[in-house]
T-cell receptor, first 115, second 110 residues
């Protein structure tokens, strides 16, 4: 079956522009996670969804970042007024539910470059 | 806040040599620990998952140990091959989210 997909795979934007990153989870997975990986660093947790609700948004770095999920499926991460420090690979993962025993399956990521 | 550290940051070995990758974490209240492989332009591939009650997991040439009380895990890769060249990430699970180390980039020279 299809895995987690993300689009676009690469995005180059100018400082100050808004960007939207999309994640399509594995069908039937109720939990969805967003992580960010800056160059040379580990992945940092941004936000997760259980269904369409986001119980923990604590990892979002600033109020320029927001995310939504609809129909317990697709999720969109939006970054407003992008800054150069937003340049990173944004990874999405999904799991059956958000239980500790549920394996998270990762997508290939979106590489965002802010000029 | 959970901090995960991986040593070394990079490793280069000749083909056939065994690899030893280290991971440490600061908060031992974890549900499990997972080792991932990351290839350029691709997502993360899960290699091994060790539950907090387990001491080790094995899969083929890979073996991972976990000492939860001391906050350490080690990934062993036996008889390395050029195809093992990748970045290896360690992640600990506390409730719903994973906390990752920065990774060890491995190069296996033919």
């Amino acid at each position: 079956g299809a895995g987690v997909s993300q689009s676009p795979s690469n995005k180059v934007t100018e400082k100050g522009k808004d960007v939207e990153l999309r994640c399509d989870p594995i069908s039937g997975h109720t939990a969805l996670y967003w992580y960010r990986q800056r160059l040379g660093q580990g992945l940092e947790f941004l936000i997760y969804f259980q269904g369409n609700s986001a119980p923990d948004k604590s990892g979002l770095p600033s109020d320029r970042f927001s995310a939504e999920r609809t129909g317990e499926s697709v999720s969109t991460l939006t970054i407003q007024r992008t800054q150069q420090e937003d340049s990173a690979v944004y990874l999405c993962a999904s799991s059956l539910e958000a239980r500790p025993t549920d394996t998270q399956y990762f997508g290939p990521g979106t590489r965002l470059t802010v000029l | 806040k959970q901090e995960v550290t991986q040593i070394p940051a990079a490793l280069s070995v000749p083909e056939g040599e065994n690899l030893v990758l280290n991971c440490s974490f600061t908060d031992s209240a974890i549900y499990n620990l997972q080792w991932f492989r990351q290839d350029p332009g691709k997502g993360l591939t899960s290699l091994l998952l060790i539950q907090s009650s387990q001491r080790e997991q094995t899969s083929g040439r890979l073996n991972a140990s976990l000492d939860k009380s001391s906050g350490r895990s080690t990934l062993y890769i036996a008889a390395s091959q050029p195809g093992d060249s990748a970045t290896y990430l360690c992640a600990v699970r506390d409730d719903y989210k994973l906390s990752f180390g920065a990774g060890t980039t491995v190069t296996v020279r033919a």
